[in-house]
């Protein structure tokens, strides 16, 4: 007798993978706590996040919207604009240096060295430089959304319950005067690039780590019994300022945050990771998720792995009412807000 | 001879008793009342080799006579009377109590920076003003009519609203639809300066009260309203 000698079939690679089928592995996702339609959900990250936001209220649960559109834009102008993606206007939110670095603007532990980029007589904000198209017509308007947004922040803060968090990137572009984390290249989707101003960063394992526990930190000050989610984007990199070539790049980037992921949740009870990048992304689904491009997900993969954590939250049913009543509108990725993408228009 | 033609919303209703009324001879335009201006939030025609046409059904009936002179060539200037700011306001009533234009915004409240309010505004306008262009382009004059301002002594007032919101937003929606027809030469009748109050809201001696349904009214102009936009749409016309 050893200790494999009596283990689950999901623990043995041919029994937990090669004997099946990519669509039947079963208990790949054991939820640490319960979720449940009480449980007030905060919800930020990467591109991909959007998903799983969209999901949540979708299917009735209680996700917080601090910063609600108004009623009279149209759905496509919600989306451009910002609104109905994550808890609040953040944008999307690449890196955990980024989050954590907006939850201490919104404490006023923190200011950046730029809070504004002007083009003519439009203004934009540096750290969320998408969230208004056709930008802010003065640094007066800017500087009053960005107030608003912030104290909207504080009370998702002090809401929540549960924050689910999507791991992005590792690489960024750094305001060199302070520091600040950028969610975009100056000069993408605003601003302009000037590399005496700004620097190309890509984070390691260590500093990664220390953003997250600082970012849980943060977050039991407000509520000592909050909970985390965290998942890793399966999108790999539009492109990548490393140097390096675009694929293994991607890989360091999501092992590195795979890998954080990994140690916080074996550390913490109250932290849970939810394996959506592997449920698309690793080799056994035959990249039979992604697009034809192998870098946006198909809208049955999104279905794929969210009936996947909702079967395992006991909403398996609802699920499937929710993919029969309206698969597209919820799940296609087109309807994806992803400031990255700027990046492809650069592509030779 | 050419004639002009006045087309819209139930706001040309109040023209429609004036011209009626009075003694103007054949130097009025005619007049179709096409249909609620609900239906003009939303593409509600096609320019095709044939010229104009309706897609909207609620519209089709109602335009058939004039269309018919439209493509005889019998037409000379078209007045249109569609789209306003009411269903933004007035619908959005509760959300304009919390939230105001950042150019007018008060501490307390939520600032809506203005390129956000524009996308609102340009919901509505975009397909009047693209039915307007395509008029040009089928080769008419047209014309944009605006329509009443918000009544001076509307209860959203009294309820808490702020006069400088409601009338920023009114004046912005204005100035979307200028915008997106000044590109095109396309002209607008603006509002009878002795309709206004000083604060550039309807005065109540020109406000229709009861709607044909009997029904408060607190959107539409009334017969004397019709009477001085009349003469507008006269003088642009001449």
Redesign the interface.
């Given at each position: 007798m050893h200790p494999y000698t009596s283990l689950d079939p999901s623990a043995y690679w041919r029994t937990g993978i090669s004997d099946l089928s990519p669509l039947e592995l079963s208990g790949i996702y054991q939820p640490k706590f319960n979720i449940d339609k009480s449980t007030k959900i905060a919800a930020a990250g990467s591109c991909f996040a959007q998903h799983i936001g969209k999901q949540f209220k979708g299917r009735g649960y209680a996700f917080l919207d601090k910063e609600q559109a108004p009623p009279m834009l149209s759905a496509g102008d919600r989306s451009r604009f910002g609104f109905d993606i994550y808890s609040a206007r953040f944008g999307n939110i690449y890196s955990m240096r980024q989050m954590v670095q907006l939850l201490r603007r919104a404490r006023g532990e923190f200011t950046p060295a730029e809070p504004a980029w002007r083009d003519g007589d439009l203004w934009f904000d540096p750290l969320r430089p998408a969230i208004q198209p056709g930008g802010f017509t003065s640094a007066a308007e800017l500087a009053a959304d960005i107030e608003y947004h912030l104290s909207r922040v504080r009370l998702l803060l002090d809401e929540a319950d549960l924050f689910v968090f999507t791991f992005g990137l590792t690489e960024a572009w750094m305001l060199s005067a302070d520091g600040t984390a950028l969610p975009t290249c100056p000069g993408t989707v605003a601003g302009v690039f000037d590399d005496s101003k700004y620097h190309f960063h890509n984070f390691t394992f260590s500093e990664v780590m220390a953003d997250t526990l600082a970012f849980i930190s943060i977050c039991r000050e407000h509520n000592p019994n909050m909970t985390f989610l965290f998942t890793v984007s399966p999108v790999p990199l539009m492109a990548t300022a490393s140097g390096r070539h675009v694929l293994p790049s991607t890989v360091y980037s999501k092992s590195v945050l795979r890998a954080v992921c990994g140690e916080v949740e074996q550390n913490d009870p109250a932290v849970d990771y939810f394996p959506s990048y592997e449920l698309i992304a690793s080799h056994p689904m035959r990249a039979m998720f992604f697009q034809p491009n192998l870098r946006s997900v198909s809208p049955v993969g999104v279905r794929h792995v969210m009936n996947i954590f909702f079967d395992a939250h006991g909403a398996g049913d609802e699920a499937e009412d929710q993919s029969r009543a309206a698969p597209a509108p919820i799940l296609d990725d087109i309807d994806l807000v992803c400031e990255e993408e700027a990046l492809e228009a650069d592509a030779q | 001879m050419k004639r002009s033609w006045l087309i819209g919303s139930s706001h040309i209703s109040a023209i429609n008793r004036a011209q009626k009324q009075g003694d103007f001879g054949k130097a009025t335009p005619a007049i179709t009342l096409l249909g609620a201006s609900r239906h003009s939030k939303a593409p509600f025609h096609r320019l095709g080799e044939d010229g104009i046409a309706f897609t909207n059904e609620n519209y089709q009936d109602r335009a058939a006579g004039f269309l018919k002179h439209l493509k005889s060539g019998k037409v000379e200037n078209v007045f249109v009377l569609l789209g306003d700011v009411n269903?933004?306001i007035l619908?959005?009533s509760a959300?304009w109590k919390r939230?105001e234009p950042?150019a007018v915004?008060q501490a307390g409240k939520?600032?809506?920076?203005?390129?956000?309010l524009?996308?609102?505004m340009e919901?509505d306008t975009t397909p009047v003003a693209r039915f307007l262009i395509d008029l040009k382009e089928a080769g008419v004059r047209p014309v944009w009519v605006t329509y009443p301002a918000i009544k001076d002594h509307h209860p959203m007032f009294v309820q808490g609203t702020r006069r400088e919101v409601i009338k920023y937003l009114d004046d912005t929606f204005i100035e979307c639809m200028q915008e997106a027809l000044a590109p095109h030469a396309i002209d607008t009748v603006g509002r009878p300066q002795a309709s206004l109050t000083e604060g550039g809201f309807l005065k109540k001696a020109y406000s229709q009260d009861v709607s044909a349904k009997g029904k408060r009214d607190w959107v539409h102009g009334n017969s004397l309203y019709g009477r001085l936009m009349l003469d507008e749409i006269m003088k642009v016309a001449a």
């Open positions: - | 269903s933004i619908k959005g959300y939230h950042f915004w939520v600032p809506l920076p203005k390129t956000t524009k996308a609102i919901r």
